[in-house]
């Protein structure tokens, strides 16, 4: 069982940054998939980012430009680095690990972050 605890959600003005930590309760695998989701009340959830092998990585189209994601292994986190926020950015964030094992993804989320762009 994987863990997953989001922290760096708040409050920002349109503009502003805010980075989102992922911290893993295990080492993340070099087969792993490590995404960022969002969530907004009424709406669909929807990839934002991942990070895969070889440090490959896909970015929804609203956020590129702005969002950077990226990990440190050694603290077994991944991070979302969020520039220029919008007000359209305002959802709960969620991190998700797709941890490879004995030849099969397992699918884990954590319990998301909140975060509000507003004037």
């Known amino acids: 069982q994987v863990q997953l605890v989001e922290s760096g959600g708040g409050l920002v003005q349109p503009g502003g940054s805010l980075r989102l930590s992922c911290a893993a309760s295990?080492?993340?695998?070099?087969?792993?998939?490590m995404g960022w989701y969002r969530q907004a009340p009424g709406k669909q959830r929807e990839l934002v980012a991942n990070l895969k092998r070889g440090d490959s990585t896909t970015y929804a189209d609203s956020v590129k430009g702005r969002f950077t994601i990226s990990r440190d292994n050694e603290k077994n986190t991944v991070y979302l680095q969020m520039n220029s926020l919008k007000p359209e950015d305002t959802a709960v964030y969620l991190c998700?690990?797709?941890?490879?094992?004995?030849?099969?993804?397992?699918?884990?989320w954590g319990q998301g972050t909140q975060v509000t762009v507003s004037s």
């Open positions: 295990r080492s993340i695998g070099s087969s792993d998939v």
């Open positions: 998700n690990q797709k941890a490879y094992s004995g030849g099969r993804y397992y699918n884990y």
